[in-house]
């Protein structure tokens, strides 16, 4: 029985192990592009598959077995591994382009050259309207896949151009940023947007900022996140969302949103609103920044926040802004405690600039600063506030003691102002 095992073991260790037929895809240059197993039923499938790896849209695709000059037939696809090299025809691309080009003052040469040499294109501030954001969508995004990045912010391309951008983002997979601050989208460009990031799986970041959007706005974008498991930050400043729109975003953050970075600058955000936001942060794992500044957060919201950043299971946020709020000294006092709690939280940058923490509340936050060794970077608002020299002191001593696993940075009116 023994020598029959050992002549099976002997048996199997001799058969020749044979790979599944595969598709190796290389660009002209040799890169490695796509690699495909099982090999594709049908040209068109094959392309799709290699839109989604590559990120080259199936119409620029022209595919041609390795040595050979003449593109692939159907007939060419079998059962057997195929060696294919794809040339990207520009022709659809160079079409949209010219019409974007008569839309911009940029020429059509420099655009291309940004999409080639960094597969970025910064139109911010180009007078860019509803036709031309028409344009950038048939161009850029709904046929060409070398666009990363673009920065269409500070043009009025208003709800009817964000109509088209959210068409061709949704059927787009290459590009990862948009700015979209300052283009007067309102709530409607906002619900467009929201539409497609719905369906977007490419996108990691997104500026939507100073475009008025409200709670409803808002809220649509909101209800989107709660499928979109891509975005990675999100900035939503001055835009007047309110505690409604507060609310709306803490169900996605507290349901296992992919967001590491959420901006809420300056939107009218009360207690109400950041109690909301603490609520979903106990139990968030993915943030990693929070921007609250310029709302109107009390000292309730304070003690919310900090509650929540106290709490194991909220673990994540490093970079917490609270300026320009109405923290008071019951406010400091609560960031003061967190900051003091055993083990330090992983806070690494905290504002906390003209929130009318007073002098009180300076002592109390450098009380807690002489123990805490994680914190890096502090803001505050300007060298005569706090007024006291005690308060100033005790800063600037605390930012210098010798325990701290890095040195504490004051920042003054967002500036190094201190030297240590």
């Not at 002209?28 to 799709?48: F, M, Q, T, V, W």
């Not at 666009?147 to 787009?172: K, M, V």
């Not at 990693?288 to 109107?296: A, I, K, P, R």
């Not at 806070?347 to 003209?354: A, I, K, V």
């Amino acid at each position: 029985l023994e020598a029959g095992v050992i002549g099976a073991m002997a048996a199997v260790a001799i058969m020749p192990f044979e790979l599944e037929p595969s598709v190796t895809v290389r660009g002209l240059n040799g890169d490695l592009l796509a690699e495909l197993r099982p090999i594709p039923a049908s040209i068109s499938e094959l392309k799709e598959a290699i839109a989604a790896q590559a990120g080259i849209p199936a119409t620029m695709q022209v595919l041609v077995r390795e040595g050979s000059d003449e593109a692939l037939g159907c007939e060419e696809l079998g059962e057997a591994s195929l060696d294919i090299t794809m040339i990207v025809d520009e022709e659809p691309v160079l079409r949209g382009v010219a019409r974007l080009a008569s839309e911009v003052p940029s020429g059509q040469e420099e655009i291309l050259r940004a999409m080639r040499s960094r597969g970025e294109l910064d139109l911010n501030g180009k007078s860019i309207g509803p036709a031309g954001a028409d344009a950038v969508a048939e161009a850029l995004l709904l046929r060409c896949g070398m666009l990363r990045h673009l920065d269409i912010g500070g043009n009025p391309i208003c709800s009817f151009g964000a109509q088209a951008l959210s068409s061709a983002l949704a059927n787009n997979s290459s590009l990862t940023s948009l700015q979209l601050g300052r283009t007067c989208l309102g709530y409607k460009g906002a619900e467009s947007i929201a539409r497609a990031l719905e369906v977007n799986s490419s996108l990691m970041s997104l500026d939507i900022g100073c475009n008025v959007i409200g709670p409803n706005g808002c809220k649509a974008i909101a209800a989107a996140l709660q499928k979109n498991r891509s975005l990675r930050a999100l900035r939503l400043g001055f835009n007047y969302v309110g505690d409604a729109g507060a609310e709306a975003l803490a169900a996605p953050l507290g349901a296992g949103s992919a967001l590491t970075s959420l901006d809420i600058d300056s939107n009218s955000i009360s207690d109400e609103g950041s109690k909301a936001l603490a609520a979903a942060l106990e139990t968030n794992s993915s943030l990693t920044s929070v921007d609250l500044n310029g709302n109107c957060i009390g000292p309730e919201g304070a003690r919310s926040l900090a509650g929540a950043l106290a709490k194991a299971s909220a673990t994540s946020v490093k970079a917490l802004h609270l300026g320009c709020n109405e923290l008071g000294f019951e406010g400091a006092e609560a960031i003061a405690a967190l900051l003091a709690r055993e083990p330090d939280p992983l806070l690494l940058e905290l504002s906390l600039g003209y929130s009318d923490i007073g002098d009180e509340g300076a002592l109390a936050v450098a009380a807690a600063l002489v123990t805490n060794s994680t914190l890096q970077v502090l803001y505050l608002g300007s060298e005569s506030s706090p007024r006291s020299l005690d308060a100033m002191g005790r800063l600037e001593a605390a930012s210098a003691r010798s325990p701290r696993c890095a040195p504490l940075e004051l920042r003054w009116c967002g500036r190094q102002a201190l030297p240590q």
